[in-house]
T-cell receptor
Framework: DAGITQSPRHKVTETGTPVTLRCHQTENHRYMYWYRQDPGHGLRLIHYSYGVKDTDKGEVSDGYSVSRSKTEDFLLTLESATSSQTSVYFC???????????FGQGTRLTVV | QKEVEQNSGPLSVPEGAIASLNCTYSDRGSQSFFWYRQYSGKSPELIMFIYSNGDKEDGRFTAQLNKASQYVSLLIRDSQPSDSATYLCAVGRDFVFGPGTRLSVLP
């Protein structure tokens, strides 16, 4: 399995609180991605990174920010969590962006 | 906005049959195409990828790409109950995913 670790794996938080999800890789891959997965919507791209400090928005970026200060870590922050952000969040990594992406185990986030 | 479309299913096939999964995409400039399988409650896992027009075979799986028609498909030969899962098509360097097709292989 590709060396990807997401933390935490499960989190329950209250509306309005900040939340940070972490994706850590040991593969030294250049590209990292954050997705959310909801019933009926499949996987939707939130943000992705193509290098340290290089990030871009995806399809559903509103309400989310990201940071990548080191190759191995890609952080996803919900500045003020809302119930609509209850979802399963997946991190993925890819060596070049043109080859396969490998997924982490996912983080189940519940905003109450 | 890039779009990737798949029939949501469920697609039901008997054991041993060929399952055919289809995907269309909107971005004509896309160069890379991927098929993932996702079991319930698990993360997606790569089945195969294809870059060039035509067929690419890997064991029981064949991916077919037609860039002119903006169409990519996945054939699963000799389908097994263990193939029952959701199959996700992804397109391009930013890995835009379709909604997935749920496949059920009946014993």
């Amino acid at each position: 399995d590709a060396g990807i670790t997401q933390s935490p794996r499960h989190k329950v938080t209250e509306t309005g609180t900040p939340v940070t999800l972490r994706c850590h890789q040991t593969e030294n891959h250049r590209y990292m991605y954050w997705y959310r997965q909801d019933p009926g919507h499949g996987l939707r791209l939130i943000h992705y990174s193509y290098g340290v400090k290089d990030t871009d928005k995806g399809e559903v970026s509103d309400g989310y920010s990201v940071s990548r200060s080191k190759t191995e870590d890609f952080l996803l922050t919900l500045e003020s969590a809302t119930s609509s952000q209850t979802s399963v969040y997946f991190c993925a990594i890819s060596p070049t962006g043109d080859t396969e992406a490998f997924f982490g185990q996912g983080t189940r986030l519940t905003v109450v | 906005q890039k779009e990737v479309e798949q029939n949501s299913g469920p697609l039901s096939v008997p054991e041993g049959a060929i399952a055919s999964l289809n995907c269309t995409y909107s971005d004509r400039g896309s160069q890379s195409f991927f098929w993932y399988r996702q079991y319930s409650g698990k993360s997606p896992e790569l089945i195969m990828f294809i870059y060039s027009n035509g067929d690419k075979e890997d064991g029981r799986f064949t991916a077919q790409l037609n860039k002119a028609s903006q169409y990519v498909s996945l054939l699963i030969r000799d389908s097994q109950p263990s193939d029952s899962a959701t199959y996700l098509c992804a397109v391009g360097r930013d890995f835009v995913f379709g909604p997935g097709t749920r496949l059920s292989v009946l014993p």
